[in-house]
């Protein structure tokens, strides 16, 4: 059964940090691409950052570029998600999802976490 299960989510103050982390089980995780999503409340889901099988290859969306990090330990079968600068815009229940792909599109993926929640407050 795959499982993917995220943590690392709280509240924090505005310039804060947190590191999310999200550990997979029932799967390979390096044979997927992983990727986290958010959604505020009252909002859609939106992509947020992703990173290759390898790890050598990641993306992020304009919002959270330059203050988040993804990152992956495929001995240890987790995917991580740092992030500095927090804002209140940041503030959100965060996914984590696999995918064969990729991709950053909600539909596109494969597997899902339950989401972690992170507020930020000002």
């Known amino acids: 059964q795959v499982q993917l299960v995220e943590s690392g989510g709280g509240s924090v103050q505005a310039g804060g940090s947190l590191r999310l982390s999200c550990a997979a089980s029932g799967f390979t995780r390096s044979s997927y691409v992983m990727t986290w999503f958010r959604q505020p409340p009252g909002k859609e889901r939106e992509f947020v950052a992703l990173?290759?099988?390898?790890?050598?290859?990641?993306a992020y969306a304009g919002s959270v570029k330059g203050r988040f990090t993804i990152s992956r330990d495929n001995a240890k079968n987790t995917v991580y998600l740092q992030m500095n600068g927090l804002k209140p815009e940041d503030a959100a229940t965060y996914y984590c999802a696999a995918a064969i792909g990729m991709w950053s599109r909600a539909r596109d993926m494969e597997y899902w976490g339950k989401g972690t929640l992170v507020t930020v407050s000002s």
């Open positions: 990173i290759s099988r390898s790890g050598d290859d990641t």
